[in-house]
């Protein structure tokens, strides 16, 4: 074996360690954990805060394909997005599809 090749092995093993590792005891400890606690409310407001992050980050400062797009056809984009999924009773599957196939066909005709 190549020495490239072994180390990507060594990269896959570690990381898989890693993330089963975390979930292994996310597992064992989530008995214990009372979802209505002040400190899981807590934990809740933080990732969605993050995700939220996340998000704006990605529509107001895109890297890769999404950076062709401009930023007004993006925000239109994710307002009928969040118009679709309260329509919808919260399903996240027609405003992600739509907001692909809408997201191309703007970028592609305006």
């Known amino acids: 074996?190549?020495?490239?090749?072994?180390?990507?092995?060594?990269?896959?093993?570690?990381?898989?360690?890693?993330?089963y590792l975390s979930r292994f005891l996310g597992v064992v400890s989530s008995e214990k954990i009372d979802v209505t606690s002040k400190l899981f409310r807590w934990f809740n407001c933080i990732a969605y805060s993050i995700l939220a992050a996340l998000i704006a980050r990605i529509v107001i400062f895109p890297a890769g394909v999404l950076e062709e797009a401009e930023l007004w056809v993006r925000l239109i984009v994710i307002l009928i997005s969040i118009f679709i999924f309260f329509i919808t009773k919260k399903?996240?599957?027609?405003?992600?599809?739509?907001?692909?196939?809408?997201?191309?066909?703007?970028?592609?005709y305006l």
């Open 91 to 108: 399903n996240l599957v027609y405003p992600t599809v739509l907001s692909a196939i809408l997201l191309s066909l703007l970028n592609s």
């Open 1 to 19: 074996m190549s020495e490239l090749s072994s180390n990507i092995i060594l990269v896959i093993l570690v990381t898989s360690l890693a993330t």
